[in-house]
């Protein structure tokens, strides 16, 4: 079931996870083998990996809203068919997030327009073996900024004009 809200509600800030997701699919798509962008590991990515399909797992840490601007610091993980492809890999896709420096727009796979208004590094590439799933997997960390939408409701107006 579906939930539905309030004819007045119009939406936020983007879902960060799958807007980098979207973004992220369509450069993995150029790719030979093209790779995978998910939110969670699939169950068989090992199979996939090994198979030869890169696995770009993507998923949203702190810190959040500030007034207009919502800052998310989104972990990107790469787990390629070997430690060097998921290097590679991941160089690959840390340049297309950095080209964002200055925002963008960001065209989803439903055919929404997100626009980012930043991407900058927070943590570069790295291996942590203790907390790596495969030891192939090489995550970095950005920080992905967007603004809310101009075009919005007045949620405080609306939010005072319903009784208590």
């Given at each position: 079931?579906?939930?539905?809200?309030?004819?007045?509600?119009?939406?936020?800030?983007?879902?960060?996870?799958?807007?980098?997701?979207?973004?992220?699919?369509?450069?993995?798509?150029?790719?030979?083998?093209?790779?995978?962008?998910?939110?969670?590991?699939?169950?068989?990515?090992?199979?996939?990996?090994?198979?030869?399909?890169?696995?770009?797992?993507?998923?949203?840490?702190?810190?959040?809203?500030?007034?207009?601007?919502?800052?998310?610091?989104?972990?990107?993980?790469?787990?390629?068919?070997?430690?060097?492809?998921?290097?590679?890999?991941?160089?690959?896709?840390?340049?297309?997030?950095?080209?964002?420096?200055?925002?963008?727009?960001?065209?989803?796979?439903?055919?929404?327009?997100?626009?980012?208004?930043?991407?900058?590094?927070?943590?570069?590439?790295q291996?942590?073996?203790?907390?790596?799933?495969?030891?192939?997997?090489?995550?970095?960390?950005?920080?992905?900024?967007?603004?809310?939408?101009?075009?919005?409701?007045?949620?405080?107006?609306i939010?005072?004009?319903?009784?208590l």
């Amino acid at each position: 079931m579906a939930i539905v809200f309030p004819d007045w509600f119009e939406g936020g800030f983007p879902d960060r996870e799958l807007l980098l997701c979207d973004l992220l699919q369509k450069f993995l798509d150029l790719c030979t083998p093209a790779g995978l962008a998910c939110t969670w590991l699939p169950d068989n990515y090992r199979e996939m990996v090994d198979g030869g399909t890169p696995v770009v797992r993507v998923y949203r840490g702190g810190p959040g809203a500030d007034g207009q601007w919502d800052a998310a610091a989104m972990q990107v993980a790469v787990i390629a068919a070997t430690r060097a492809d998921s290097w590679a890999l991941m160089e690959y896709l840390r340049q297309i997030l950095l080209s964002f420096d200055c925002g963008g727009k960001v065209r989803r796979a439903d055919g929404e327009i997100n626009t980012i208004t930043s991407i900058k590094e927070m943590v570069g590439p790295q291996q942590i073996p203790e907390l790596n799933p495969d030891f192939r997997m090489v995550p970095a960390t950005f920080r992905v900024e967007c603004r809310r939408d101009r075009h919005l409701p007045d949620y405080a107006a609306i939010r005072e004009s319903i009784p208590l």
